[in-house]
């Protein structure tokens, strides 16, 4: 099918399903709600094609550019049908799946994912380890039919509802860093797993803590090799700046449009707006050219940093002129649209955080696009 082609199905699908592919829950409430309503969208579009398009055939997909996943998710992200945050899991956790694991495992799981029927969860950032990812000190020790899994992960989102975990564990000495990660494929009801939901500033149960005591993982839940974690590492973290970024831009576009359609004109300073409009403009460019690359079979690597940095500043530009053109409805509205506002002008101030902090994106340009030195 060529893109125009799915381009016009898609736009009739919709239509055609309005009931059920309704405004996701937003404001402050429930994550379950949110990820319950996600699980009926992907499976409405998994099962009429959509959701298959742009994925390889042995997990479940039809094949094709992934172009194809960056049109549906833009739609439905942009319509507010899907929470970007939800929706963007399965284009971070998913492509390294299909890159690392054993084949009969990703054959066997992906298409769970795809269809809604499992959530996943990304278990890299620790207590003492953010941004300085290769030191994580969560343990995995061999035993005679897998790994021994014992230590803790903090700001795993979703992990209270999620089945499954991509989990990075520390199987070589903590100063052999980078070289002594190794990547595991968790069943998140394993015994020995303990999850604690932390609620975020916009009232969501966002992310957790999970606790991992003696937790035995399976030897065929192993992600590349032992030791080689760091690989699957740097491959997730580019898809998480490329087709995931597209739909939160196009959601973060949306409510730029509904903010100008709804604020006072006079509550908004022209050269503010004209601003803001210029930074979504270079991100939607940028996100652009990195969703043809990945068409093209290209490679992602640190390149991608620059649009994660126009993700986050664009984002909480259009949030603060909210802030200044609705402020009402943001400070003090009771009702499900001021909520809404609130929450994503909240959230708006993580963007500069998730997926790496911009200071560390910029310190990846520094240093592996620009070549300004290795890291201390
Ligand atoms: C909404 C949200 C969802 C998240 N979801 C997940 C998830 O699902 N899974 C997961 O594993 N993690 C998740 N995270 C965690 C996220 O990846 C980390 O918060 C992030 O990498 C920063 O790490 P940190 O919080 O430990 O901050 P720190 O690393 O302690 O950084 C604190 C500050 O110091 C700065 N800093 C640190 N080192 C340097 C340096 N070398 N140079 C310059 N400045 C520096 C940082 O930029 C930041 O401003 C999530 C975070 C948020 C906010």
Redesign the pocket.
Same mark, same amino acid.
């Given at each position: 099918m060529d893109l125009q082609t799915f381009r016009t199905d898609l736009d009739a699908w919709v239509e055609e399903h309005r009931a059920q592919l309704t405004p996701a829950p937003g404001g402050e409430g429930s994550l379950a709600d949110q990820l319950a309503h996600l699980s009926v969208v992907k499976r409405l579009a998994y099962d009429a094609g959509f959701g298959r398009w742009g994925w390889p055939e042995r997990v479940g997909g039809l094949g094709g550019s992934p172009l194809y996943r960056a049109l549906l998710g833009e739609r439905l992200t942009a319509e507010g049908i899907v929470q970007p945050g939800g929706w963007s899991m399965t284009e971070v956790l998913a492509p390294t799946m299909i890159d690392f694991a054993p084949p009969e495992l990703a054959a066997a799981v992906v298409p769970l994912l795809l269809r809604g029927e499992e959530h996943w969860?990304? !278990? +890299? #950032?620790e207590p003492g380890?953010? #941004?300085?990812l290769a030191e994580l000190s969560c343990r995995a020790v061999r035993t005679d039919d897998g790994w021994r899994v014992n230590g803790q992960?903090v700001?795993? #989102?979703h992990a209270h509802l999620s089945d499954r975990c991509v989990l990075l564990t520390r199987t070589g000495t903590r100063e052999s860093r980078h070289r002594g990660i190794t990547a595991l494929f968790v069943d998140m009801d394993t015994p020995g797993i303990t999850v604690r939901p932390l609620e975020?500033m916009h009232g969501v149960d966002? +992310?957790c803590e999970v606790f991992f005591d003696d937790v035995l993982v399976p030897a065929d839940r192993l992600l590349g090799d032992v030791d080689g974690g760091w690989a699957v590492a740097m491959d997730l973290l580019p898809y998480e700046r490329s087709t995931a970024l597209w739909h939160r831009g196009a959601y973060v576009r949306r409510r730029f449009e509904e903010l100008l359609d709804t604020a006072d004109p006079g509550a908004l300073d022209p050269a503010d707006v004209g601003n803001v409009a210029l930074q979504l403009f270079a991100l939607r460019a940028v996100s652009r050219r990195t969703q043809h690359r990945l068409a093209d079979g290209d490679r992602l690597g640190p390149e991608t940093s620059v649009d994660k940095i126009l993700l986050g500043t664009a984002e909480q530009a259009v949030f603060d002129l909210v802030a200044t053109g609705l402020s009402d409805e943001v400070v003090a509205g009771t009702d499900s649209t001021s909520a809404r506002w609130r929450s994503d002008f909240l959230y708006s101030r993580?963007a500069t955080?998730? !997926?790496?902090? #911009?200071?560390?994106q910029r310190?990846v340009l520094a240093r592996r696009v620009l070549g300004l030195g290795e890291e201390p």
């Open positions: 969860c990304q !278990g +890299f #950032s380890t953010g #941004s300085n992960k700001w795993t #989102s975020t966002e +992310f993580a955080i998730y !997926g790496g902090t #911009s200071e560390i310190n």
